[in-house]
C-alpha cells in the first residue's frame, strides 16, 4: 500500500513558445504574426478558464507586446535560442526553452508541480486532468503523469510532473537530434523510463483523452475534437489503458541509455 503524504504544491502552467522561429524547415506555421496570434489566444484562454499561474517562455527573444499583463497571475521570460540549436531540431529548442525557464521563473522556483504545454494550444479539459494530477499526488509525492499513446510515443504535447521528474528529462532532452532520430517524445519516453528506476518515483498514464485545439506547428493540421469525436477517443483509450503496463518499457538499442544509466 501507498503511504499518504501531506503535499501542498501549486501547480503552475509552463507554455512554451517561439513567435520569430530561427529555422522553418520543419515548420508548417511559419508567419510571426499568425504564430503571435495563436500563442495570444492560448494566453487568454488558460487566464480565462484556470485559476493557475502561468510562465510562457519565448525564446526569440520577443518582447510580448500585446500580451496582458498580470504580474500575480502570469509570468513572460524571453531568450535568444543558442547558435546552433536549430540543427538538433525543434525538440531540443523546446528543451532549451523550459531549461531556461525553470532556471529564471520565479514562479517556477516557488513549487515543484508543474504542467506543461505546446504554448499555441490549448488543452480544453485542462482543469480535469489537472484535478486528477493532483488527487495522484497526494498519493504519489514524486509523480510524472503523460499520454503515453503509442509504443515509443509519449505525447509531449502536454504532461505533468514533479521537479524531481525534470533533472532526468533534461538529461534525455539534452540528447535530442532529430537529424538521428531521437526526438522529444522519444527523449520523455526513455525519461520516464530512468525515472521509475528510482525509488518512490511513479509514473501513471493519462485515461483519458486530452482534448486539444489548435494547429499544428510541424503538420499544420487542426486539433479540433467535438463531442461525439471525444467520447470515441475516450472508448478506444480506456481500452489501451486497461491494456497497457503501468510502467514504461525501454525498447532495446535505445541510444540515451548508453549516455545516462
Not at 216 to 231: D, I
Request: aromatic share 14%; proline share 4%.
Amino acid at each position: 500500500m501507498n503511504k499518504k503524504v501531506s503535499i501542498n504544491k501549486e501547480l503552475i502552467i509552463l507554455l512554451t513558445g517561439t513567435i520569430y522561429p530561427n529555422s522553418t524547415s520543419m515548420l508548417a506555421v511559419k508567419d510571426p504574426v499568425t504564430r503571435k496570434k495563436q500563442y495570444l489566444e492560448a494566453v487568454n484562454f488558460y487566464l480565462e478558464k484556470t485559476s493557475n499561474k502561468i510562465v510562457f517562455v519565448e525564446n526569440s527573444n520577443f518582447e510580448f507586446t500585446g500580451f496582458p499583463r498580470n504580474p500575480e497571475r502570469i509570468e513572460y521570460l524571453s531568450f535568444q535560442s543558442p547558435k546552433g540549436a536549430s540543427k538538433k531540431g525543434k525538440g531540443f529548442q523546446e528543451l532549451k526553452i523550459m531549461e531556461y525557464g525553470f532556471d529564471n521563473s520565479r514562479f517556477l522556483k516557488q513549487t515543484s508541480s508543474i504542467i506543461k504545454i505546446t504554448g499555441r494550444l490549448k488543452v480544453l479539459n485542462i482543469n480535469t486532468l489537472a484535478k486528477r494530477f493532483k488527487d495522484l499526488n497526494k498519493s504519489f509525492a514524486n509523480l510524472i503523469y503523460a499520454d503515453p499513446f503509442a509504443v515509443n510515443n509519449v505525447d509531449a504535447r502536454c504532461f505533468m510532473f514533479n521537479l524531481s521528474f525534470w533533472h532526468i528529462l533534461k538529461k534525455t532532452g539534452n540528447l535530442i537530434d532529430e537529424k538521428h532520430n531521437y526526438n522529444f517524445e522519444l527523449a520523455l519516453w526513455d525519461a520516464i523510463y530512468l525515472y521509475e528506476l528510482g525509488e518512490d518515483n511513479h509514473f501513471k498514464p493519462i485515461p483519458i483523452p486530452i482534448r486539444i485545439m489548435g494547429i499544428s506547428g510541424s503538420f499544420g493540421n487542426t486539433y479540433k475534437y467535438n463531442l461525439f469525436v471525444h467520447y470515441i477517443r475516450y472508448i478506444k483509450k480506456f481500452y489501451n489503458v486497461m491494456s497497457h503496463k503501468s510502467r514504461i518499457d525501454i525498447p532495446t538499442g535505445r541510444r540515451s541509455l548508453e549516455y545516462i544509466k
